[in-house]
């Protein structure tokens, strides 16, 4: 059975210039989060679809992060503009029940 | 937020010796996972733990779920380098929701 794919894997970014984030969940499972983890601290949850729609976003910066679930299957992660604090690793995590599945993550550097 | 607090937040010891990791909060769960993370990796389920008062035995790995299901501990037996990583536990609340608590780094030297 495949896993989560993320890509990319990694990337340098200037501030204030934009990212996006790709992740394929395993295939069937319909609840999909997105986790920014700095370096040294467990993950914190941004947003949690179920399908295509939000379960929760409570904990993601509106003002500059922004994630869709495209047809309830893939979903991306943008960050515009990007601040120097928003260096960390972003992971995507798919689940069927109560067990998640974690991506290897995208590590993002924001000079 | 469903605060969880790990101790210690990091951990060197011999091969051979014994650890045990706490993970304590003021909120109940309805299940608390354990998870291991390598450098570069995401984290992986070691274990899920329901009932209150439940221990849960892998290998060399015992976990304890606290009777009010507010807490958590992970004793490690005679550790190995290969269990050298970062611990992880997280909280389910309501809508299987996670909360991850704060993380202990082990290092386990030859």
């Known amino acids: 059975e495949a896993g989560v794919a993320q890509s990319p894997r990694y990337k340098i970014i200037e501030k204030r210039q934009s990212v996006a984030f790709w992740c394929n969940p395993i295939?069937?499972?319909?609840?999909l989060y997105w986790y920014q983890q700095i370096l040294g601290q467990g993950p914190k949850l941004l947003i949690q679809?179920?399908?295509?729609?939000?379960?929760?976003d409570s904990q993601l910066p509106k003002d500059r992060f922004s994630a869709e679930r495209l047809k309830g299957v893939d979903s991306t992660l943008k960050i515009q503009p990007a601040k120097l604090e928003d260096s960390a690793v972003y992971l995507c995590?798919?689940?069927?029940?109560?067990?998640?599945?974690f991506g290897p993550g995208t590590r993002l550097l924001v000079l | 937020t469903q605060l969880l607090e790990q101790s210690p937040q990091f951990l060197s010891i011999q091969e051979g010796e014994n650890l045990t990791v706490y993970c304590n909060s003021s909120?109940?769960?309805?299940?608390l996972q354990w998870y291991r993370q390598e450098p570069g990796e995401g984290p992986v389920l070691l274990v899920t733990v329901v009932t209150g008062g439940e221990v849960k035995k892998l290998k060399r790995l015992t976990f304890q779920f606290g009777d009010a299901r507010k807490d958590s501990s992970l004793h490690i037996t005679a550790a190995q380098p290969g269990d050298t990583g970062l611990y992880l536990c997280?909280?389910?609340?309501?809508?299987?929701?996670?909360?991850f608590g704060t993380g202990t780094s082990l290092t386990v030297i030859p």
């Open positions: 295939s069937g499972h319909a609840t």
């Open positions: 679809f179920q399908n295509n729609g939000v379960v929760d």
């Open positions: 995590a798919s689940s069927l029940l109560e067990t998640q599945y």
């Open positions: 909120s109940v769960f309805s299940s």
């Open positions: 997280a909280g389910e609340g309501t809508g299987n929701q996670f909360y």
